[in-house]
């Protein structure tokens, strides 16, 4: 905006009228139509941005990120104590910035721009001391969601009571690494938590394997758990999330290799409103899957994705019981062997045919025949990928119904109605199925 030195009048070249006219939620917030009311008794430039009073101001501005926002605070005085009003930094995600702010300005940002209205903070890949939480404790009463992918913790976390928030209700702690002392403090304050992502780390910490107990006991309120590439996760953990975590909606064990699904029963028929389930990678057996009645579960999101001991049967009998299905991972399930033309048929036979996402990519034994049966009986499906499926080619869209809505994507360029789904140069940049999923970490936090 091109504004002069010693005035906030808005100049001829401004686009300023032009935007504020044509955004998309003027006609539901009263704020901008005040705004448009403003704008249409002046003269086509003859506008000021001093007529605006300060709350249509920072109403515009709270739609504005914290690099937006730290542009226009230097636009001017006025600008600026608008722009660092603590209203507009209630949901703060700082990760761009861990190579530039360091613990001291960290500190001071919390004082002076984030407290007291702070509910929500992302601190991703941050090099964090304990007197940035204690800063945290005494400035920031009402934050409840805190993003710490990545951290790393120094110092020793035990120099005070309040080295970590009380009373968070959304964490994520994935990958986090550093003093033990500071993992010790996060066990100790997971009291009500309800989405939570754990590492190893912080079961590393807790030597003693009757210290487990009492932390899943803390779970009771618990909605989301995410244990992404948790080598320590093994059956008897699944137990006791079983046992403890009945609220559960949303479990995520991704590259949890010790997890071989023996404790699988016991938690789904515990856990009555467990909706989405992630075994990506896990060593999960059909001995196990045949144990569990599938029928009674409330599954709708599944992902099985390089599962690598299942096999056809564990599928044949799995698939066709879950009727609720929108959302199915199996990309290179058994070695790229398990899901098959018959499971798909079984699937149609058993009325399974809810599926809005599905990934079949580096399955071996799927035709262009098959797949266009199972996507013709399969109306509500929108999006299917196919990445390396050795025996589908081009001609598959042929088999297709006319009125598909499908939007499929493969390693081979394919037309249908019009739209060219495209091949290697440019796949990679169509959307991953990982976050399709409604009930997620990710889906919950940011």
């Not at 984030?114 to 304990?130: D, E, Q, R």
């Not at 992502?197 to 107990?213: K, M, N, Y």
């Not at 996507?375 to 001609?395: E, G, M, N, P, Q």
Request: hydrophobic share 40%.
């Amino acid at each position: 905006m091109e504004l002069a030195k010693n005035s906030c009048d808005v100049r001829k070249t401004d686009p300023f009228e032009h935007d504020v006219k044509n955004l998309s939620f003027r006609s539901i917030d009263p704020a901008f139509v005040f705004l448009e009311k403003l704008l249409q008794r002046k003269s086509k430039f003859d506008v000021a941005v001093c007529d605006l009073p300060e709350t249509i101001v920072l109403k515009v501005f709270s739609y504005l990120d914290e690099n937006q926002l730290c542009k226009v605070a230097a636009v001017c005085t006025n600008w600026r104590r608008i722009a660092y009003d603590s209203s507009l930094w209630t949901r703060v995600d700082l990760r761009r910035y861990n190579s530039r702010v360091d613990n001291l300005r960290l500190i001071k940002l919390i004082r002076t721009r984030f407290a007291p209205l702070l509910t929500s903070l992302n601190l991703g890949s941050f090099t964090v001391s304990p007197q940035v939480f204690q800063a945290m404790c005494k400035y920031c009463p009402k934050l409840t969601i805190m993003g710490l992918e990545g951290v790393t913790f120094v110092n020793n976390f035990n120099v005070s009571s309040q080295s970590f928030p009380q009373g968070l209700k959304k964490l994520d702690i994935r990958h986090a690494r550093g003093d033990v002392t500071a993992f010790r403090k996060i066990a100790q304050s997971l009291k009500g938590i309800e989405c939570l992502g754990l590492s190893d780390e912080l079961f590393d910490c807790l030597e003693r394997e009757l210290e487990l107990e009492p932390l899943f006991r803390k779970f009771e309120n618990i909605q989301v758990l995410e244990f992404s590439y948790c080598c320590l996760m093994n059956d008897e953990m699944i137990m006791l999330i079983g046992s403890y975590c009945t609220m559960l909606k949303s479990l995520c064990l991704r590259r949890c290799n010790n997890v071989r699904g023996r404790s699988l029963a016991h938690l789904l028929r515990n856990c009555i409103a467990l909706t989405s389930l992630v075994l990506d990678g896990t060593g999960l057996t059909n001995l196990n899957i045949l144990e569990i009645p599938w029928e009674d579960t409330t599954v709708q999101e599944l992902d099985l994705s390089w599962c690598r001991h299942i096999n056809q049967d564990g599928l044949s009998f799995m698939l066709p019981r879950l009727p609720k299905l929108r959302y199915l991972r199996l990309c290179c399930c058994g070695y790229g062997h398990a899901i098959t033309d018959d499971v798909l048929s079984l699937m149609v036979l058993r009325g399974c045919t809810k599926l809005e996402v599905l990934d079949l990519s580096y399955n071996s034994l799927l035709t262009n025949r098959g797949l266009g049966n199972f996507v013709t009986h399969c109306r509500s499906l929108l999006y299917l990928r196919i990445h390396h499926c050795k025996d589908l080619t081009k001609d598959l869209m042929k088999f297709f119904p006319g009125n598909s809505n499908v939007f499929v994507v493969a390693n081979f360029p394919v037309t249908h109605k019009g739209l060219v789904v495209r091949g290697n140069p440019v796949y990679t940049f169509w959307p991953s199925p990982v976050s399709m999923r409604t009930v997620s970490l990710e889906s919950e936090m940011y």
